[in-house]
């Protein structure tokens, strides 16, 4: 293995720990977290973001990838379309409000 596929590896596994951290999330809530630990599943989430991100400026300052525009029309496109589907979900009643909301 070379640093490029070694990187994207590291990518990959970044990936992988956001969505075993938003998994947890889902199956326990957002301010749980490991049983003796003080950290929430929500600090988990952050904490794996930072680092997939870290591992994503590796990749542009190497010139593996381009340097996403996160500031920019890709991430508005982004928001969106995943707004549209939330409101196609709760219209076909996929999506309810949560309980604190429902009251």
């Known amino acids: 293995m070379n640093r490029p596929e070694h990187l994207l590896a590291c990518l990959a596994e970044e990936c992988d720990e956001v969505g075993k951290n938003c998994m947890k999330a889902l199956r326990f809530g957002l301010a749980d977290g490991y049983p003796g630990s003080s950290v929430t599943n929500a600090q988990e989430i952050a904490k794996e973001l930072s680092d ?3 591992v994503m400026r590796m ?19 982004k928001q969106t379309k995943v707004e549209k589907y939330l409101a196609y ?3 076909v009643g996929a999506l309810v ?7």
Do not use: F, H, N, Y
């Open 89 to 91: 979900a709760r219209e």
């Open 59 to 77: 990749l542009v300052a190497e010139g593996l990838i381009p340097k996403p525009d996160l500031g920019g029309s890709a991430i508005t496109a």
């Open 52 to 54: 997939l991100i870290a």
């Open 97 to 103: 409000a949560p309980a604190c909301e429902a009251e």
